[in-house]
């Protein structure tokens, strides 16, 4: 089955303990992204690769890192969380940029 | 970045086609327009897209107008299971037809259906 997974699904950790969100798709997609939902602002980018080793910055990434090692990974890497990360998250990945993405089931992230 | 605008909520009637309206007045000639929809407590998932023509599938249709400033998410039949938030967003696409990736949601429209 064609998917994105995504995990852990939810997680409660505290400031300043480092912790990586996995995304990984079966689909051979080139373009993948990662978003944060938060009441009241929607859904915004945080990072976005457009193939492998190919990483770029969306509206808000400050506080996250990602990598593209290889094509169906691309990890969300927080490695100071603070309370201001406390957030919904979601991982897309589409064939390539300006194609359907398939979104994640997501994680949900609280940090105390 | 291409922006668009929406109404923050709308209702419809099930059974009643439903138009969920889009401003991109700042579009380039070579964006295309995406729409996706959030079910309550799930994933955005992909409704349609297009560029100029009006483009149907089995979900829904979209109506661009013609100078491509504003397009129209079209659901036929509303059901229940329509209910979710509508986001317009637009996949910025350069003349040589390469496509960027940085992409802005914005809060969507909130469709509530009615039985």
């Known amino acids: 089955e064609a998917q994105v997974t995504q995990n852990p699904r939810y997680l409660i950790t505290v400031t300043g303990k480092k912790l990586t969100v996995t995304c990984s798709q079966n689909m051979n997609h080139e373009y993948m992204s990662w978003y944060r939902q938060d009441p009241g602002l929607g859904l915004r980018q945080i990072y976005y690769s457009m193939n492998v080793e190919v990483t770029d910055k969306g509206d808000v990434p400050e506080g996250y890192k990602v990598s593209r090692k290889e094509k169906r990974n691309f990890p969300l890497i927080l490695e100071s969380p603070s309370p201001n990360q406390t957030s919904l998250y979601f991982c897309?990945?589409?064939?390539?940029?300006?194609?359907?993405?398939?979104f994640g089931d997501g994680t949900r992230l609280s940090i105390l | 970045d291409a922006k668009t605008t929406q109404p923050n909520s709308m209702e419809s009637n099930e059974e009643e086609p439903v138009h969920l309206p889009c401003n991109h007045s700042t579009i380039s000639g070579t964006d295309y327009i995406h729409w996706y929809r959030q079910l309550p407590s799930q994933g955005p998932e992909y409704v349609i897209h297009?560029?100029?023509s009006n483009v149907n599938n089995r979900m829904a249709s979209l109506a661009i107008a013609e100078d491509r400033k504003s397009s129209t998410l079209i659901l036929h039949r509303a059901t229940l299971r329509d209910a979710a938030v509508y986001y317009c967003?637009?996949?910025?696409?350069?003349?040589?037809?390469?496509?960027?990736?940085?992409?802005?949601f914005g809060q969507g429209t909130i469709l509530t259906v009615h039985p």
């Open positions: 967003i637009l996949w910025e696409v350069n003349a040589g037809g390469t496509s960027y990736g940085k992409l802005t």
């Open positions: 897309a990945s589409s064939l390539m940029g300006n194609q359907p993405q398939h």
């Open positions: 297009g560029l100029t």
